[in-house]
């Protein structure tokens, strides 16, 4: 096919500019490239976790405290004379996260404190008593579910065994909670 010498020229300076730079990132070393790959599934999780970051349990928690301690403010400066609306503009102003105000300072550190004094180790111990105690059960309504099918009903062997593994979960269950509570309130 003919182009003019316009196109030509246009194609030629378009190629010489775009060529270095295909080179140049074709040339990258394996570790350039990994950076640059990781770099991606970075911001790629990054994205991911910020949906959960807003929903998660603590988000949550922290917006019902937030509410609490605004309500609280709001309610101290209309006791000191504003109106309400002028009341929740300065409790904005002054709560929020990027305000250099004492309160905003406040709440940081109310923050800062929680998740510095948080445990990991406390959720996995919760957890693992949680799932110790419902084996426990379950082993135990087994054990009672054969013990009362063939003694008590050996006619309903399969209803018995369900029925006490049932309650034997449901057992696991409750002293799981038990436990979870104690837990908590030692903490």
């Known amino acids: 096919m003919n182009f003019s010498e316009e196109t030509k020229d246009s194609i030629r300076r378009f190629a010489r500019e775009q060529a270095g730079r295909h080179l140049s990132s074709a040339e990258l070393s394996y570790f350039e490239q990994l950076g640059r790959k990781s770099g991606q599934t970075k911001e790629k999780l990054l994205k991911q976790m ?12 922290a917006r019902d405290d937030l509410t609490l301690y605004m309500s609280d403010y709001v309610a101290d400066l209309m006791e000191q004379g504003h109106t309400e609306k002028e009341a929740l503009r300065l409790a904005k102003q002054a709560l929020a996260s990027d ?15 929680y998740y510095l004094d948080r445990d990991p180790a406390v959720d996995e111990t919760i957890g693992l008593y949680y799932a110790g105690f419902l084996m426990l059960g379950l082993v135990l309504g087994i054990v009672g579910g054969i013990f009362l099918a063939l003694y008590v009903f050996p006619d309903r062997f399969w209803p018995s065994l369900i029925f006490t593994s049932l309650l034997g979960v449901l057992a696991g269950l409750a002293c799981g909670m038990l436990k979870h509570a104690s837990t908590v309130s030692k903490k």
Not at 50 to 61: G, I, N, R, Y
């Open 50 to 61: 910020a949906k959960f970051k807003l929903t998660s349990d603590q988000t949550m928690e």
């Open 99 to 113: 305000s250099q105000s004492d309160q905003a300072a406040d709440l940081q550190d109310k923050y800062m404190r």
